[in-house]
Protein backbone atom coordinates (compact mmCIF):
# COMPACT_ATOMS: atom_id res chain seq x y z
CA UNK A 1 0.00 0.00 0.00
CA UNK A 2 2.75 2.24 0.93
CA UNK A 3 4.64 1.76 -2.22
CA UNK A 4 1.26 1.94 -4.45
CA UNK A 5 0.61 5.47 -2.73
CA UNK A 6 4.19 6.78 -3.26
CA UNK A 7 3.68 6.03 -6.89
CA UNK A 8 0.51 7.77 -7.22
CA UNK A 9 2.13 11.06 -5.02
CA UNK A 10 5.34 10.59 -7.66
CA UNK A 11 2.99 10.17 -10.92
CA UNK A 12 1.25 13.82 -9.70
CA UNK A 13 4.06 15.11 -8.69
CA UNK A 14 5.33 14.75 -12.72
CA UNK A 15 2.13 15.76 -14.06
CA UNK A 16 2.16 19.12 -11.71
CA UNK A 17 5.20 19.84 -13.44
CA UNK A 18 4.05 19.42 -16.61
CA UNK A 19 1.05 21.79 -16.42
CA UNK A 20 3.06 23.98 -14.10
CA UNK A 21 2.86 27.63 -15.66
CA UNK A 22 6.31 29.04 -17.27
CA UNK A 23 7.44 31.93 -15.72
CA UNK A 24 5.80 34.91 -17.92
CA UNK A 25 9.01 37.08 -19.87
CA UNK A 26 9.56 40.51 -18.72
CA UNK A 27 8.25 43.07 -20.29
CA UNK A 28 11.04 45.63 -21.49
CA UNK A 29 11.03 48.84 -23.56
CA UNK A 30 14.18 50.01 -25.27
CA UNK A 31 13.61 53.28 -27.12
CA UNK A 32 16.32 54.19 -29.27
CA UNK A 33 17.50 57.55 -30.05
CA UNK A 34 15.82 58.37 -33.29
CA UNK A 35 13.96 57.09 -36.10
CA UNK A 36 14.98 53.54 -37.18
CA UNK A 37 18.02 53.25 -39.32
CA UNK A 38 20.89 50.97 -39.93
CA UNK A 39 22.98 51.33 -37.07
CA UNK A 40 19.41 50.02 -34.79
CA UNK A 41 19.71 46.77 -36.48
CA UNK A 42 21.43 44.19 -33.71
CA UNK A 43 17.98 45.20 -31.57
CA UNK A 44 15.33 44.35 -33.97
CA UNK A 45 17.61 40.99 -35.24
CA UNK A 46 18.01 39.79 -31.65
CA UNK A 47 14.21 40.29 -30.95
CA UNK A 48 13.80 38.43 -34.34
CA UNK A 49 16.05 35.93 -33.40
CA UNK A 50 14.72 35.09 -29.89
CA UNK A 51 17.45 36.24 -28.32
CA UNK A 52 15.88 38.32 -25.95
CA UNK A 53 13.01 35.61 -25.57
CA UNK A 54 15.76 33.13 -24.79
CA UNK A 55 16.93 35.20 -21.43
CA UNK A 56 13.02 35.30 -20.72
CA UNK A 57 12.35 38.91 -22.01
CA UNK A 58 9.77 40.15 -23.73
CA UNK A 59 11.51 43.33 -25.55
CA UNK A 60 9.10 46.22 -27.46
CA UNK A 61 11.38 48.23 -29.52
CA UNK A 62 10.35 52.47 -29.61
CA UNK A 63 11.70 54.88 -31.86
CA UNK A 64 12.62 57.89 -30.18
CA UNK A 65 12.94 62.02 -31.40
CA UNK A 66 16.44 62.63 -30.14
CA UNK A 67 18.73 61.68 -28.05
CA UNK A 68 17.67 63.79 -25.22
CA UNK A 69 14.24 62.98 -25.31
CA UNK A 70 15.16 59.25 -25.06
CA UNK A 71 16.87 60.40 -21.77
CA UNK A 72 14.10 62.32 -20.30
CA UNK A 73 12.25 59.29 -21.20
CA UNK A 74 14.31 56.62 -19.08
CA UNK A 75 14.87 59.05 -16.58
CA UNK A 76 10.77 59.47 -16.10
CA UNK A 77 11.26 56.02 -16.14
CA UNK A 78 8.59 55.74 -19.58
CA UNK A 79 10.97 53.67 -21.04
CA UNK A 80 13.55 51.22 -19.39
CA UNK A 81 15.84 50.86 -21.71
CA UNK A 82 17.50 53.95 -23.72
CA UNK A 83 20.04 53.76 -26.55
CA UNK A 84 21.33 56.75 -27.18
CA UNK A 85 24.22 59.50 -27.71
CA UNK A 86 26.30 58.88 -24.22
CA UNK A 87 27.34 62.50 -23.99
CA UNK A 88 23.93 63.57 -24.20
CA UNK A 89 23.41 61.48 -21.15
CA UNK A 90 26.31 63.08 -19.31
CA UNK A 91 24.82 66.71 -19.70
CA UNK A 92 21.32 65.31 -18.31
CA UNK A 93 23.34 63.24 -15.68
CA UNK A 94 25.29 66.22 -14.04
CA UNK A 95 22.04 68.19 -14.05
CA UNK A 96 20.74 65.61 -11.72
CA UNK A 97 18.88 63.27 -14.21
CA UNK A 98 19.19 59.56 -12.60
CA UNK A 99 20.73 58.06 -15.58
CA UNK A 100 23.56 55.67 -15.79
CA UNK A 101 25.21 54.06 -19.12
CA UNK A 102 24.89 50.29 -18.98
CA UNK A 103 27.02 49.83 -22.10
CA UNK A 104 28.56 51.53 -24.56
CA UNK A 105 28.58 50.08 -28.07
CA UNK A 106 29.73 52.92 -30.25
CA UNK A 107 33.21 53.48 -28.79
CA UNK A 108 34.68 55.44 -31.51
CA UNK A 109 33.10 58.36 -33.03
CA UNK A 110 30.75 58.49 -35.84
CA UNK A 111 31.22 62.15 -36.31
CA UNK A 112 32.08 63.48 -39.66
CA UNK A 113 31.87 65.65 -42.30
CA UNK A 114 30.85 64.63 -45.49
CA UNK A 115 30.02 65.39 -49.16
CA UNK A 116 29.55 63.87 -52.83
CA UNK A 117 31.86 61.41 -53.99
CA UNK A 118 32.11 63.54 -57.10
CA UNK A 119 32.83 66.32 -55.06
CA UNK A 120 36.11 64.64 -54.39
CA UNK A 121 37.02 66.07 -50.73
CA UNK A 122 38.92 63.81 -49.45
CA UNK A 123 40.75 65.40 -46.73
CA UNK A 124 40.27 68.69 -44.18
CA UNK A 125 42.25 71.21 -46.44
CA UNK A 126 39.66 70.06 -49.70
CA UNK A 127 37.24 71.68 -47.23
CA UNK A 128 38.73 75.61 -48.28
CA UNK A 129 36.74 77.46 -49.97
CA UNK A 130 33.50 74.98 -49.65
CA UNK A 131 30.34 75.69 -47.97
CA UNK A 132 29.49 73.58 -45.09
CA UNK A 133 26.35 72.50 -43.66
CA UNK A 134 25.34 72.53 -39.30
CA UNK A 135 22.74 72.39 -37.50
CA UNK A 136 23.32 75.11 -34.36
CA UNK A 137 24.26 73.73 -30.93
CA UNK A 138 23.97 69.84 -31.73
CA UNK A 139 26.39 67.14 -30.90
CA UNK A 140 28.67 67.65 -34.28
CA UNK A 141 28.58 71.28 -34.38
CA UNK A 142 30.05 71.94 -30.60
CA UNK A 143 33.15 69.41 -31.96
CA UNK A 144 33.29 71.01 -34.59
CA UNK A 145 35.78 73.62 -33.69
CA UNK A 146 37.77 70.85 -32.08
CA UNK A 147 38.11 69.11 -35.88
CA UNK A 148 39.12 72.13 -37.19
CA UNK A 149 41.66 72.94 -34.62
CA UNK A 150 43.02 69.47 -35.05
CA UNK A 151 43.69 70.12 -38.99
CA UNK A 152 44.71 73.49 -38.64
CA UNK A 153 41.34 74.60 -40.40
CA UNK A 154 40.47 78.39 -39.78
CA UNK A 155 36.52 79.35 -40.21
CA UNK A 156 37.50 82.32 -42.55
CA UNK A 157 38.29 79.61 -45.34
CA UNK A 158 34.99 78.24 -46.02
CA UNK A 159 31.44 79.21 -45.95
CA UNK A 160 28.57 77.80 -43.20
CA UNK A 161 25.05 77.46 -43.75
CA UNK A 162 22.90 76.45 -40.86
CA UNK A 163 19.16 74.85 -40.81
CA UNK A 164 17.96 72.09 -38.57
CA UNK A 165 18.28 68.15 -39.62
CA UNK A 166 16.22 68.21 -42.73
CA UNK A 167 17.45 71.08 -43.99
CA UNK A 168 20.82 70.43 -43.56
CA UNK A 169 20.55 67.04 -45.56
CA UNK A 170 18.69 69.18 -47.91
CA UNK A 171 20.99 72.16 -48.68
CA UNK A 172 23.63 69.03 -49.78
CA UNK A 173 21.67 67.14 -52.06
CA UNK A 174 20.25 70.04 -53.51
CA UNK A 175 23.87 71.56 -53.83
CA UNK A 176 23.38 74.76 -51.84
CA UNK A 177 26.25 73.29 -49.50
CA UNK A 178 29.23 70.87 -50.77
CA UNK A 179 29.37 69.03 -47.03
CA UNK A 180 27.46 68.59 -43.92
CA UNK A 181 28.10 67.67 -40.65
CA UNK A 182 26.76 64.53 -40.07
CA UNK A 183 27.28 60.80 -38.57
CA UNK A 184 28.99 58.35 -41.18
CA UNK A 185 26.06 55.52 -40.81
CA UNK A 186 22.68 58.33 -40.41
CA UNK A 187 22.86 61.04 -42.49
CA UNK A 188 25.18 59.34 -45.58
CA UNK A 189 22.97 56.85 -45.85
CA UNK A 190 19.65 59.53 -45.54
CA UNK A 191 21.44 61.34 -48.51
CA UNK A 192 22.13 58.05 -50.98
CA UNK A 193 18.24 57.15 -50.18
CA UNK A 194 17.26 60.58 -51.56
CA UNK A 195 19.80 60.86 -54.56
CA UNK A 196 21.50 57.14 -55.31
CA UNK A 197 24.46 58.72 -55.20
CA UNK A 198 27.54 57.76 -52.35
CA UNK A 199 28.86 60.03 -49.95
CA UNK A 200 32.35 60.33 -48.27
CA UNK A 201 32.57 61.04 -44.75
CA UNK A 202 35.86 62.41 -43.53
CA UNK A 203 35.88 60.94 -39.79
CA UNK A 204 36.56 63.02 -36.63
CA UNK A 205 38.25 60.06 -34.84
CA UNK A 206 40.88 59.99 -37.98
CA UNK A 207 42.11 63.15 -36.65
CA UNK A 208 42.60 62.41 -32.73
CA UNK A 209 39.16 63.19 -31.69
CA UNK A 210 38.38 60.19 -28.99
CA UNK A 211 34.86 60.42 -28.13
CA UNK A 212 32.51 57.54 -27.24
CA UNK A 213 29.01 57.79 -29.13
CA UNK A 214 25.72 55.11 -28.96
CA UNK A 215 25.45 53.29 -25.78
CA UNK A 216 22.75 52.08 -23.54
CA UNK A 217 21.41 53.47 -20.69
CA UNK A 218 18.81 53.06 -17.82
CA UNK A 219 17.61 54.81 -15.24
CA UNK A 220 19.87 54.50 -11.27
CA UNK A 221 17.00 53.24 -9.65
CA UNK A 222 15.88 51.05 -11.88
CA UNK A 223 19.05 49.33 -12.56
CA UNK A 224 19.68 48.49 -8.42
CA UNK A 225 16.41 47.58 -8.43
CA UNK A 226 16.29 45.19 -11.28
CA UNK A 227 19.44 43.75 -11.08
CA UNK A 228 18.65 40.38 -12.64
CA UNK A 229 16.91 41.70 -15.78
CA UNK A 230 19.45 44.24 -16.28
CA UNK A 231 22.23 41.65 -16.09
CA UNK A 232 20.31 39.54 -18.59
CA UNK A 233 19.49 42.62 -21.27
CA UNK A 234 22.92 43.17 -21.67
CA UNK A 235 23.82 39.53 -22.19
CA UNK A 236 20.89 39.31 -24.51
CA UNK A 237 21.91 42.37 -26.30
CA UNK A 238 25.42 41.47 -26.58
CA UNK A 239 25.00 38.45 -28.02
CA UNK A 240 22.82 40.28 -30.60
CA UNK A 241 25.00 42.51 -31.85
CA UNK A 242 27.76 39.65 -32.05
CA UNK A 243 25.35 37.61 -34.43
CA UNK A 244 24.14 40.72 -36.55
CA UNK A 245 27.90 41.52 -37.40
CA UNK A 246 28.35 37.84 -38.64
CA UNK A 247 25.44 38.57 -40.73
CA UNK A 248 24.50 42.30 -41.37
CA UNK A 249 22.17 41.83 -44.42
CA UNK A 250 19.87 39.59 -42.37
CA UNK A 251 20.21 42.30 -39.43
CA UNK A 252 19.44 44.96 -41.66
CA UNK A 253 16.36 42.61 -43.16
CA UNK A 254 15.14 42.13 -39.57
CA UNK A 255 14.41 46.26 -39.61
CA UNK A 256 12.39 46.04 -42.56
CA UNK A 257 10.27 42.91 -40.91
CA UNK A 258 9.45 44.78 -38.08
CA UNK A 259 8.73 47.70 -40.43
CA UNK A 260 8.32 48.09 -43.85
CA UNK A 261 8.48 51.80 -44.18
CA UNK A 262 12.20 51.36 -42.23
CA UNK A 263 14.19 52.52 -45.06
CA UNK A 264 15.63 50.65 -48.12
CA UNK A 265 17.68 47.08 -47.58
CA UNK A 266 20.57 48.48 -49.48
CA UNK A 267 21.34 51.83 -47.10
CA UNK A 268 20.31 49.81 -44.57
CA UNK A 269 22.96 47.55 -44.75
CA UNK A 270 25.66 49.67 -45.56
CA UNK A 271 24.69 51.59 -42.45
CA UNK A 272 25.25 49.23 -40.15
CA UNK A 273 28.25 47.65 -41.85
CA UNK A 274 29.60 51.41 -41.53
CA UNK A 275 28.32 50.78 -37.76
CA UNK A 276 30.45 48.01 -36.61
CA UNK A 277 33.52 49.42 -36.98
CA UNK A 278 33.04 51.94 -34.32
CA UNK A 279 31.94 49.13 -31.89
CA UNK A 280 35.48 49.11 -30.52
CA UNK A 281 38.83 50.75 -30.09
CA UNK A 282 42.67 49.18 -30.35
CA UNK A 283 41.93 48.62 -26.65
CA UNK A 284 39.01 46.62 -27.15
CA UNK A 285 39.41 44.73 -30.13
CA UNK A 286 39.62 41.41 -28.60
CA UNK A 287 36.59 42.42 -26.50
CA UNK A 288 32.98 41.51 -26.41
CA UNK A 289 30.25 44.30 -27.30
CA UNK A 290 29.60 47.47 -24.86
CA UNK A 291 33.31 47.09 -22.47
CA UNK A 292 34.06 50.39 -22.77
CA UNK A 293 37.78 51.56 -20.83
CA UNK A 294 37.85 53.94 -18.30
CA UNK A 295 40.17 55.63 -20.00
CA UNK A 296 38.30 56.02 -22.95
CA UNK A 297 35.26 57.41 -20.52
CA UNK A 298 37.73 59.82 -18.80
CA UNK A 299 38.59 61.10 -22.48
CA UNK A 300 35.20 61.35 -23.39
CA UNK A 301 34.27 63.27 -20.41
CA UNK A 302 37.09 66.00 -20.50
CA UNK A 303 36.72 66.40 -23.72
CA UNK A 304 32.97 66.97 -23.62
CA UNK A 305 33.77 69.43 -20.78
CA UNK A 306 36.12 71.45 -23.00
CA UNK A 307 34.21 71.57 -26.53
CA UNK A 308 30.61 69.87 -25.40
CA UNK A 309 29.18 72.61 -23.11
CA UNK A 310 29.40 69.57 -19.72
CA UNK A 311 29.77 71.16 -17.32
CA UNK A 312 33.14 70.91 -15.56
CA UNK A 313 32.40 68.81 -12.22
CA UNK A 314 31.91 65.90 -14.62
CA UNK A 315 35.43 65.70 -14.54
CA UNK A 316 35.33 65.12 -11.01
CA UNK A 317 34.11 61.61 -11.38
CA UNK A 318 33.67 60.06 -14.72
CA UNK A 319 32.95 56.77 -13.25
CA UNK A 320 29.51 57.98 -11.79
CA UNK A 321 28.37 57.86 -15.62
CA UNK A 322 28.84 54.36 -16.69
CA UNK A 323 29.26 50.39 -15.55
CA UNK A 324 30.74 47.67 -16.77
CA UNK A 325 29.00 44.88 -14.02
CA UNK A 326 25.80 44.34 -16.08
CA UNK A 327 28.03 43.19 -18.86
CA UNK A 328 28.70 39.07 -19.56
CA UNK A 329 32.50 38.61 -19.26
CA UNK A 330 35.44 37.61 -21.68
CA UNK A 331 37.07 37.85 -24.64
CA UNK A 332 34.98 37.86 -28.10
Do not use: C
Not at 81 to 96: C, S
Not at 107 to 112: G, K, L, N
Amino acid sequence: MMRWISGVAAVFAVVGLAVAPARAADKVVLMLNWYVYGEHAPFYYGKAKGIYAAEGIDLEIQEGRGSAATTQAVAAKTADFGYVDVPTMMRAAVKGAPVVATGVLLQTSPMSVMGFVDKNIRKPEDLKGKTVAITPADSMTQIWPLFLKKTGLKESEFQTVAGDGQTKLNAVINGQADVLLGYVMDQSMKIKDATGKDVYPIKFADYGINLVSSGIIANSDYVKSHQDLVRRFMAATTKAVEAAEKDPKAAAQSILDANPKGGKIDTLTQGFELTIPLYRTPETKSKRPFQVTDQNMTDSVNLMVEYGGLDAKAKDNPKAFYTNEYLPKGDS
